[in-house]
């Protein structure tokens, strides 16, 4: 009976991690539409979207890797958790010197500081995917 007791806590706990931001990005609508314009509403979700695609290309998804090996017990969960930092890392550094390319060959025209939340929000989203995945 221990091994469903724990399953259901696990269970409740990706429910809760999953459900709680999806909540929140839900309240916070009628704050972006109130205070942006639907230019700057549309722009944002734009900048939003290219990230979530950039995610899993720059980051190698190596923050869901880390649940899977910091559960396996042959792997010191604190080596898993430092190859996944480097990865991100190096995985950033290689984000940046692409979109310092795009912005120099204008193959995309925004303006510079939406480079920088493009890649502020890529570094920021992998380590808190990477720090939900380790501590679940």
């Known amino acids: 009976m221990g ?3 724990k399953l259901g806590v696990n269970i409740l706990m ?3 991690s999953s459900f709680g931001t999806k909540v ?3 309240l916070l609508i009628p704050l972006y539409t109130s205070y942006l314009t639907t230019a700057q509403y549309g722009t944002a ?3 939003f979207t290219i990230s979530t695609i950039l995610f899993p290309i720059f980051s190698v998804e190596i923050t869901e890797g880390v649940m899977r090996y910091v559960l396996d017990k042959t792997y010191e969960s604190q080596n898993v958790l430092l190859i996944a930092i480097r990865t991100i890392l190096i ?3 290689v984000l940046c010197i692409s979109l310092l390319i795009v912005r120099v060959l204008n193959i995309i025209n925004i303006p510079n ?3 920088v ?3 502020l929000n890529f570094l920021f989203s992998c380590f808190y995917n990477l720090f939900i995945n380790y501590f679940k």
């Open 45 to 47: 979700d734009m900048l």
């Open 113 to 115: 500081h939406y480079y």
């Open 117 to 119: 939340f493009l890649f």
């Open 14 to 16: 990706f429910s809760i």
């Open 3 to 5: 091994a469903y007791k």
């Open 91 to 93: 995985g950033s550094v």
């Open 24 to 26: 929140i990005n839900f």
